[in-house]
């Protein structure tokens, strides 16, 4: 899926209108359909804006949903986990290696 497609989905998905993210990213209405369709390619600055006001990372934006469940407050949490003495980190990917044992386990049982 390309940018400007991309930006649209999720924008409709958020149930924001092109005038209400326009206005939050600082630009012109009009630019901001010309994205969408294509005619034009965001800079690098307006994307990360476009990509912050919809509330994901720039890299869902450009990379065709890669990370599609994977937003800003998931991005933040995964900061904080690196922040972590090394000792805690690996308590906690533990428990979450125990927690995905578990959902592939039950995925297997049904």
Known sequence: MSLGSQISRIRKERKIDQGEL???VGIHPNVLGRYERE???????V??????ALS???DY??????YQN??????????????LPKEERSHLFATMDAFF??????????
């Open 22 to 24: 326009a206005e939050k």
């Open 39 to 45: 005619e034009a390619t965001p800079s690098v600055e």
């Open 47 to 52: 994307a990360a804006k476009i990509a912050d």
């Open 56 to 58: 994901v990372t720039l």
């Open 61 to 66: 934006l450009v990379k065709d949903g890669q």
């Open 70 to 83: 994977i937003d800003n407050e998931d991005l933040n949490r995964l900061k904080l986990i690196e922040k």
């Open 101 to 110: 044992a578990k959902h592939k386990l039950q995925s297997i049982m049904q």
